[in-house]
């Protein structure tokens, strides 16, 4: 670990550079006055392109800029008299259609948040937390919560594919059913005509309409 590290093309200048066991490099950057989107972009690009991974480290007064976490870069607030940083968490996103095709992270609390997402702020003290090749990591406690998380939601995800390849397998099962087709009505046997006198119903044995004579019995009969 090294204090006002420049990068090799010597354009960056990390507050604190970090070479891990396995050769990945973080910059540490403890930022105390907001810094513009543009002006973030720029760093975060040359260090990216110098092959190190940027970490930012906010006062607790200065503001998180959005486009960190619309590019999906995790930023802490540091607390250096309580020796603890926070860090932002987004909430679960709603579960619109055909949620269990998307990105499932996004569907538990996650870290960091996208751009927009109401946040849960989590404190944890400086000695639990660790560094890895993406970043700072939580402490374990904090680790298996979010794993629990993300687990119930890959089951619930797997519960709504299987209902909607049912429903999908039902709907298709239905259209190749024949339609319905009603019964066709036995043919109307032909009363004969009474030789002499009105004709009458067969049921009740009153006397017919002439439009009904060739059925024989009256309508609600």
Do not use: S
């Not at 959005?66 to 930023?75: K, T, Y």
């Not at 036995?186 to 004579?213: D, F, K, M, S, T």
């Amino acid at each position: 670990m090294r204090l006002e590290q420049w990068t090799e093309q010597r354009d960056r200048r990390a507050d604190v550079h970090v070479v891990l066991t396995n050769g990945a490099r973080l910059a540490l950057e403890a930022q105390r006055e907001l810094i513009t989107d543009e002006a973030w972009q720029a760093r975060h690009r040359d260090y990216a392109t110098a092959g190190i991974r940027d970490v930012w480290f906010m006062r607790p007064d200065t503001r998180i800029p959005h486009v960190l976490f619309a590019e999906g870069i995790p930023a802490w607030t540091l607390y250096h008299r309580e020796e603890a940083a926070e860090a932002r968490l987004g909430e679960p996103h709603k579960r619109g259609t055909r949620w269990w095709t998307k990105d499932l992270r996004l569907f538990g609390p996650h870290h960091p948040p996208c751009a927009g997402d109401t946040v849960v702020r989590e404190r944890f003290p400086l000695t639990g937390l660790g560094l890895d090749a993406n970043g700072v990591t939580f402490p374990p406690a904090m680790t298996e919560r979010l794993a629990l998380e993300a687990a119930r939601v890959r089951r619930d995800a797997d519960q709504a594919r299987i209902q909607h390849e049912r429903w999908r397998h039902e709907a298709a099962t239905r259209q190749d059913r024949r339609p319905w087709k009603p019964t066709p009505l036995p043919p109307v046997r032909p009363i004969p005509r009474p030789a002499e006198g009105p004709p009458v119903c067969e049921v009740c044995h009153r006397p017919l309409a002439e439009p009904l004579v060739r059925f024989g019995r009256h309508i609600l009969c």
